[in-house]
């Protein structure tokens, strides 16, 4: 049977003139999204796109796929037919055979958007629920909570056939707000606050700070993994890497411990407030949340942004670490976020760091430090790979 995944737009749908460039984008993430499963065609008409699958694709990976691309709203895998009301009924009883078998309970869902067709939709329900009720007959139709949706859509090209749609991630399309970059630790908070920015239309870049020999190999690679998987989400990653080995040993020596972390937050922004300009990123995200350690206390924030251009996006700002983990799970990072690492900020934490620091107390704690030396060496050595 020829088939087709048919995607609807959600919020896309409201942007009128710019809509289509927002289509655009968002075929062009799909088309991403389906690299290495085989061809696929691309088509829009009446708020969907169609991707029909050419030759041998794998259209349950490419389901599986589409389904954390954002922009689309929900998705639905359908049988292709012509617009014959018998070839429809066939279709409907042979495609969704599997899961009509397993019901007990149906409904039949038709839309009709080509008014020349025939039948109207309430006949498409009446005549299809009876003919599938003589085809299977241990089902009852239940309207409110049917386990099974037989859903026709007889359209300009063509009548489709489906099961209840699947929900897609929402969202507007990865690269339709431009670029910026994430902080990103091995944490659980920040890979979850760089796939929410995605959903709101950003293409993601990420730095990374490690300080080996502190930091070993595998909180390098564990970093990388994390890209990997919000790559699934947000498309390629650009991750820079930046060593912090001196700037951080420099800190240790220099300036009073309970400040140590505030400062190299503030390095850390810095540097990336430099890498971001250079790679037409427009702000920031990192994933601090209030309150939630003695360096995101609203004065430590204060520290740790003073001084920068621009803006820096906190998605998970107001979440608590139950709601945070929750994303984690749903976009699959938690269970490496979890996996034990050492971060460079960790191993140089300090035994009471100041949970109220005070900015000219913060600037004084770093006066031994030589700050334009150790930024620009640390920038001249950073090093960027693709991740997908
Ligand atoms: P996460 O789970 O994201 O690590 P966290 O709750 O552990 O967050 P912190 O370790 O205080 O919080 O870090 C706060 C934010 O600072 C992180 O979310 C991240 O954006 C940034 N950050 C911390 N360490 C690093 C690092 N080594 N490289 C890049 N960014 C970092
Ligand atoms: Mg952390």
């Known amino acids: 049977m ?7 737009s959600g919020e896309i749908a409201l942007k009128g003139l710019n809509r289509s460039s927002f289509e655009d984008i968002m075929i062009k993430n799909c ?48 049988c292709v037919v012509e617009k014959d009301y018998n070839a429809i009924a066939q279709a409907a009883a042979q495609y969704l055979a599997d899961q009509l078998q397993n019901a007990r309970t149906f409904k039949v869902m038709a839309k009709r958007s080509d008014k020349k067709f025939a ?80 959903k709101r239309g950003l ?58 972390t505030i400062i190299m937050r503030r390095f850390m922004m810095q540097i990336s407030e430099r890498i971001a300009q250079s790679n037409d990123c427009s702000g920031l995200i990192t994933g601090e949340s209030v309150g939630q350690v003695a360096s995101q206390t609203m004065a430590s924030l204060t520290c740790t942004q003073a001084g920068l251009i621009l ?11 139950e709601e945070i983990i929750r994303v984690a799970r749903k976009i699959d990072t938690f269970e490496l976020s979890v996996q034990p690492y050492e971060d460079c900020c960790t191993v140089f934490t300090p035994k009471r760091p100041k949970t109220r620091p005070r900015l000219e107390e913060v600037i004084r704690a770093e006066v031994n430090l030589d700050y334009q030396a150790l930024t620009s060496r640390a920038i001249s050595d950073i090093t960027s790979e693709r991740v997908y």
């Open 31 to 78: 088309r991403q999204a389906l690299r290495g499963l085989g061809e696929f065609g691309f088509s829009k008409a009446q708020s969907t796109t169609f991707v029909t699958p050419v030759g041998e694709a794998d259209v349950t990976q490419a389901v599986e796929r589409l389904s954390r691309v954002f922009g689309i709203a929900a998705l639905s895998r359908a």
């Open 311 to 321: 803006p820096v996006i906190r998605p998970v700002v107001g979440m608590d670490k």
């Open 203 to 260: 293409t993601i870049s990420a730095a990374h700070f490690y300080s080996p020999p502190y930091t070993s190999e595998r909180a390098l690679l564990k970093v990388k993994g994390l890209c990997a998987k919000m790559a699934r989400y947000c498309g390629p990653i650009t991750l820079h890497t930046v060593p912090f080995t001196e700037i951080s040993e420099a800190i240790a020596r220099e300036c009073p411990e309970a400040f140590a």
């Open 119 to 198: 039948m109207n939709s309430p006949q498409i329900c009446a005549e299809l629920g009876g003919y599938l009720l003589e085809r299977y007959p241990h089902l009852k139709v239940d309207v409110e909570n049917p386990e099974v949706l037989v859903t026709v859509e007889v359209r300009d090209f063509g009548a489709y056939v489906h099961g209840r749609q699947l929900p897609g991630a929402g969202g507007i399309p990865v690269g339709s707000s431009g670029r910026a970059l994430l902080l990103l630790s091995g944490g659980i908070d920040s890979p979850v606050a760089g796939v929410m920015m995605a």
């Open 2 to 8: 020829k088939e087709v995944i048919l995607l609807k």
